[in-house]
């Protein structure tokens, strides 16, 4: 009985992944003939900060073709991971309980967004000041020539970076609704998140002041609205627990008023002695 289950299991996620790779391989197929325009677009940041004579080249054979591929590749990811978590969820979902899925739901969707907008935030703030910063300080006739591939990484590491520190709300928000840690707790240690943002920041960026500024300073900002969040949904789950137990304690009353009621309606009545009855005596 067990292995036929576990044999259910294994076929329903081997489904599961040939549908998400179908949805990604049709993704890619009209990403790949905007692979060159696609990779223009990711690299505009940095074109835009180039100095006079700069330029982006390819130092590998392959690279032209392989890197807008890549990006290719990575369009079709975003595009269809909203088809990819659904298929996720359709494999995980039979096993939850409601309150797990009432918890699910929200999450997912809350961090892709998050995780998406950390992205945007490092394409459209972070990477432009980060390339202007590095461009300005290159020596008087030295010409600025990036590699693409190197140039794909690097944004790659960036995006990650971003992405993840923006996911810093729903880790917390998660931490305080399982009982790892507390809103007090986590107020207290305040300081010490700060100092870590920025050796974080310090170590996922490279090495100039402005991105690691970018980084740390929206990590504590994040960090505090997890705190609010999550102490907003304690309140509100602490508020909706007291509604319920008051209304089973009215409930229960009601229960017992209406028994004692039916208790008193079907008593028998103890017959008192008439006149009659007592001239027959």
Request: net charge neutral; proline share 6%; charged share 15%.
């Amino acid at each position: 009985m067990i292995e036929g289950s576990l044999l259910a299991h294994l076929l329903e996620l081997r489904t599961r992944l040939i549908r998400i790779v179908t949805g990604l391989m049709i993704g890619f197929i009209p990403c790949a003939f905007y692979a060159r325009e696609l990779y223009t677009i990711l690299a505009q940041p940095l074109l835009e900060k180039l100095p006079q004579g700069g330029q982006m080249i390819a130092t590998d054979v392959a690279t032209p073709f392989f890197v807008p591929m890549k990006v290719a590749m990575m369009l079709a990811f975003v595009i269809t991971l909203p088809y990819t978590l659904y298929q996720a969820w359709a494999f995980v979902a039979p096993g939850l309980y409601s309150h797990e899925k009432k918890l699910a739901l929200p999450l997912v969707i809350g961090s892709s967004l998050l995780f998406f907008s950390g992205m945007l935030f490092a394409y459209f703030a972070a990477l432009p000041l980060v390339f202007e910063f590095i461009t300005y300080f290159a020596p008087e006739g030295v010409a600025v020539m990036t590699d693409i591939n190197k140039y794909l990484s690097f944004v790659l590491s960036m995006f990650m970076a971003f992405g993840v520190t923006f996911e810093v709300p729903v880790i917390v928000m998660v931490l305080v609704r399982t009982g790892m840690i507390t809103i007090e707790k986590l107020r207290e240690i305040r300081p010490y998140v700060i100092v870590g943002a920025f050796v974080i920041a310090a170590i996922v960026t490279p090495p100039d002041v402005i991105s690691q500024f970018m980084l740390a300073v929206p990590l504590c900002l994040l960090y505090e609205v997890g705190i609010i969040i999550a102490n907003a949904t304690l309140k509100k789950a602490a508020k909706k627990s007291e509604k319920n137990e008051s209304q089973k304690s009215a409930e229960s009353a009601d229960s017992n008023e209406s028994a004692n009621t039916s208790e008193t309606s079907t008593a028998t009545p103890i017959p008192t002695p008439t006149e009659n009855d007592e001239n027959k005596k």
